[in-house]
């Protein structure tokens, strides 16, 4: 019957089967809680007008709708996936984590069963967590090294919501990786970090004319998609 086929349409929103859903003016107004991923020690948020969200990667979202009138059940369509609301008072509210940029669409039954979908044009952004920037800033080029002389590397780096972590990588001519820490993960996390460290090629016990590479590589305690990973340019050292 028609009460059962509007049932039908809001449960399968998320495949888009709505046929029969009128578009119309249905919600008076819409309002959001941000939760933000912790790893960014950011506050809480409020978003008084909620239908152009833009939010971080990972982002618990409250979506509070005002439906206009008889009202038994709200749906909120996102990419890929729909999320019923909860009736909390006069408001619905839809609980879901930000993970996907594209169309957010509310659909509104009343307690007669019909279907509407509200006219207003709505989105969600998702904001990607640049990795760190960090830099060789000495030397700026590559080295023929006189002996027991000792080769003075700078370094800067930066992230946003902090670098967790910041290693000098040497390569030896045999492929083997040396990691030297600078910034520990037991440590508090950075913005901006700068310094200095020397090094010496008879650390390594080199052949006449062997040669390593070097780097620095930064990591962010990125929580959602893993750390990111930013590197340096790389320097050869003779």
Do not use: C
Not at 159 to 167: F, K, N, P, S, Y
Not at 216 to 238: H, I, Q
């Amino acid at each position: 019957d028609r009460a059962a086929a509007g049932r039908y349409a809001l449960l399968h929103a998320e495949q888009g089967a709505v046929e029969g859903a009128r578009r119309s003016h249905v919600v008076g107004r819409t309002s959001a809680e941000l939760l933000f991923p912790s790893y960014m020690n950011r506050p809480n948020a409020e978003a008084e007008d909620a239908n152009r969200l833009a939010v971080p990667r990972g982002t618990e979202v409250e979506y509070a709708i005002t439906p206009i009138g008889d009202s038994a059940r709200v749906v909120v369509e996102l990419p890929g996936r729909h999320v019923e609301a909860k009736r909390v008072g006069r408001q619905f509210v839809a609980s879901f984590v930000a993970d996907t940029d594209g169309p957010l669409e509310i659909f509104v039954e009343s307690s007669r069963g019909e279907r509407r979908v509200d006219y207003r044009a709505r989105s969600i952004r998702v904001e990607l967590d640049e990795v760190p920037r960090v830099a060789m800033v000495a030397p700026d080029k590559d080295l023929v090294v006189e002996e027991r002389e000792g080769v003075l590397l700078q370094h800067s780096a930066q992230d946003d919501h902090g670098v967790q972590e910041l290693t000098l990588i040497i390569k030896l001519p045999n492929g083997e990786h040396l990691r030297r820490p600078i910034l520990t993960p037991a440590e508090e996390p950075r913005k901006e970090l700068y310094g200095e460290t020397v090094i010496r090629l008879e650390e390594f016990s080199l052949a006449p004319a062997d040669a390593i590479t070097i780097w620095f590589e930064a990591k962010d305690g990125n929580r959602v998609d893993g750390p990111g990973v930013g590197r340096s340019a790389v320097r050869t050292l003779t």
